[in-house]
């Protein structure tokens, strides 16, 4: 065990230690202002008609790279330890308690040898979810890229989607060169690369790094046509959030020109290709409105908000992406605020469609 044999003492329970006060350096990569919500018409359309999110305000945020020493990460969490105690920053929306109770297992422990080149994480426990990969991995990898840790080996899935190997490649990265890692493993560094993208710390705030992140990947893929889409992003099958009449949106959209896509049946490039000829992306809280961040500044983003799972997470992504947003609240007879839950009543088609109506004297030009 040698060296390691550090990483299963706990020391004693003391108040929590943050990451800039264990890292072994600090580079800042960007300090963020609070910037408002930027709302088709002012939030107000001519009917009366308001969007949701009146007056949201993104929060203030300075980010950062760290180097950690002597730290072990487990997989199943993404939580780190140092000393043996979790470092309760790298938590990103687990059961408190489960990260409280977490310990080194010393029959789980995989140690991670030292290179020249570091190791770095890029990716929260939800890694398989394309707008945590969007939201958390794509600016750390831009981070690494632009800090001279292109060379990193990245800690990523031991199974990777093609989206994932795809997205990585357009970066600049290659899946055969990180270290694949598995859940209920635990993984001790000599020293990591950690970002505060990974924890979920930008999640509220206009990063310009993200933006630039995803400016970048979306200049690999040339223009496949005019900018003349307007496009709806269905749920489909999915459990989560469905709406009971979709498919009756979906034809009455159609019949309007719409381009109707489940984004999950396009490749990476498809995806990146397909967002950045929309004048109009419409469609409800889901890995497919990530897809916002391949757009053209001044693409009207148009979503419909559960009213009982009001997360203002596209929202972000659409104004760090320069796009206006119209957000229309669906009464779905759910009381309890639940990210899974699907609506018990069928969303109001006639007064989408109204809507619309209106929105669709402020898109950009084709």
Not at 55 to 67: N, Q, R
Not at 115 to 121: K, L
Not at 347 to 366: C, K, N, W
């Amino acid at each position: 065990m040698g060296f390691f044999r550090k990483f299963f003492r706990r020391t004693a329970d003391t108040d929590p230690v943050s990451l800039k006060d264990v890292a072994s350096s600090v580079t800042v990569l960007e300090t963020v202002p609070a910037v408002p919500v930027s709302l088709v018409s002012g939030g107000v359309l001519g009917a009366g008609e308001t969007s949701v999110f009146q007056g949201w305000v993104s929060e203030p945020a300075t980010l950062c790279l760290y180097e950690l020493q002597d730290v072990v990460l487990d997989r199943s969490l993404m939580v780190f330890l140092k000393d043996g105690k979790p470092l309760l920053e790298t938590a990103y929306v687990q059961d408190p308690a489960a990260v409280a109770a977490l310990t080194v297992r010393p029959d789980d422990l995989v140690t991670v040898p030292d290179h020249a080149a570091p190791a770095a994480v890029c990716c929260d426990h939800w890694n398989s979810n394309y707008y945590h990969w969007l939201s958390h991995t794509l600016p750390t990898l831009h981070a690494l890229r632009i800090t001279g840790h292109q060379d990193a080996r990245l800690m990523l899935p031991a199974s990777m989607r093609p989206w994932q190997v795809d997205t990585l490649a357009l970066s600049g990265f290659e899946a055969q060169n990180g270290i694949p890692t598995e859940h209920g493993k635990q993984y001790a560094f000599r020293r990591v690369l950690y970002a505060d993208y990974v924890r979920g710390a930008a999640d509220f705030s206009v990063s310009p790094l993200s933006r630039a992140a995803y400016e970048t990947l979306a200049a690999t893929q040339p223009p496949t046509g005019p900018r003349d889409l307007r496009i709806f992003i269905e749920r489909g099958p999915a459990s989560n959030r469905r709406i009971p009449n979709e498919a009756e949106l979906t034809a009455a959209l159609q019949a309007r020109g719409f381009l109707c896509v489940r984004a999950e049946k396009l490749t990476a490039a498809e995806q990146i290709q397909t967002f950045k000829r929309a004048r109009l992306i419409m469609g409800q809280l889901g890995s497919g409105m990530a897809n916002c961040v391949w757009c053209q500044p001044g693409t009207v983003m148009f979503e419909l908000v559960a009213e009982h799972h009001q997360n203002p997470c596209n929202l972000l992504m659409g104004l760090q992406a320069g796009l206006p947003y119209w957000g229309k609240l669906m009464p779905t007879g759910q009381q309890d605020d639940d990210h899974i839950a699907q609506s018990e009543q069928p969303l109001d088609i006639a007064s989408v469609l109204r809507e619309l109506d209106q929105i669709e004297q402020y898109l950009p030009p084709v």
